[in-house]
């Protein structure tokens, strides 16, 4: 029997990119079908008291997530869910592998989501989408629809399994085969626990993209 999942992302998140890639995996070994959604940590943090150096990045970080809902707006649902996943991996690749778009300012960020513009064939008008709020309705939409599904004080990622949300799971290097599915496996396990809630563990490891 076919199982579902729906990821909510921010391309600017590594954990994020960690979980999208372990998500992958355990489709290929499981009847999965994923639904890619954006959450925004942009949204999520504006009008709190940041570290000046953090609220730079997440002025930094409205670009993409506003790119990605522009480019989407309008589509049925099955393209527009393809289009995500295809602009989530582009961001991610130049993002989290070639180590961009976390410089000061957004002149790098800009050029990313230009290039990413490029590369899958959309509308010239969407390299400048990031830069203005006209579709900010729409991503806070989005965003606010992953909080109604996990509840308050989380990030990214957000992963909802067959309709239960948790934040995570957080995990590093990405599970790779059949380890992914068993992941998988557990995640479906808990979700199906009625009043299960968390586990978590410090983290002493940085993402392991390889």
């Known amino acids: ?40 940590l942009s949204v999520l ?17 409205w670009h993409a997530v506003r790119t990605i809902i522009a480019a989407t707006q309008g589509l049925p649902e099955d393209e527009a869910n393809e289009l995500r996943k295809k602009m989530y991996d582009a961001y991610g690749q130049r993002i989290h592998l070639d180590g961009r778009g976390t410089g000061p300012g957004v002149e790098d960020i800009r050029r990313i989501s230009a290039e990413v513009v490029d590369e899958l064939g959309l509308d010239e008008s969407l390299k400048s989408a990031g830069d203005d709020d006209t579709h900010d309705e729409a991503l806070r939409a989005s965003h606010q629809r992953a909080m109604d599904l996990v509840g308050d004080d989380v990030g990214t990622p957000v992963v909802s399994v067959e309709d239960v949300a948790f934040f995570g799971p957080v995990v590093t290097p990405a599970p790779k085969g059949e380890d992914a599915g068993r992941l998988w496996d557990g995640c479906v396990l808990v979700a199906g626990t009625p009043g299960f809630y968390e586990l978590k563990r410090t983290r002493d490891a940085s993402p392991d993209f390889s």
Request: one cysteine or more; aromatic letters at 12%.
């Open 45 to 61: 943090n504006d009008g709190r008291d940041l570290d000046p150096d953090y609220a730079r990045s997440m002025e930094r970080n």
């Open 1 to 40: 029997m076919t199982q579902h999942a729906e990821m909510f992302f921010d391309p600017a998140c590594p954990w994020a990119w960690m979980t999208s890639r372990w998500l992958m995996e355990a489709a290929q070994v499981r009847d999965l079908e994923i639904t890619w959604s954006v959450m925004s």
